[in-house]
């Protein structure tokens, strides 16, 4: 893995300087990214070796199942969809 930042490596800045965890970007990436959340799942090893992760985050994310992880999917839609309406 490529580590520019070796303090806050499992850590990313979002626009407005909201900071999120590796983890979740990983997971932002396969709500976003089919292929890539199909290699999540088939084959965890190959998704994840581009990211700098504890073992403990390499074993949350693999133990996430599909179905967990399609019901984060869209509680995190249904929260942004809310976010963006009009009042």
């Not at 990436?29 to 998704?47: G, H, K, T």
């Not at 403990?56 to 999917?73: N, P, T, W, Y």
């Amino acid at each position: 893995c490529k580590v520019t930042d070796s303090v806050n490596h499992n850590q990313s800045t979002l626009k407005g300087g909201t900071t999120m965890s590796l983890i979740e970007t990983i997971l932002y990436r396969a709500m976003s990214d089919i292929e890539f959340a199909e290699m999540l799942f088939a084959q965890p090893d190959q998704a994840l070796a581009d990211y700098c992760l504890t073992a403990e985050e390499i074993a949350q994310l693999k133990s996430m199942s599909r179905v967990d992880f399609e019901m984060r999917a869209a509680q995190e839609y249904d929260q942004r969809k809310s976010m963006h309406r009009v009042i």
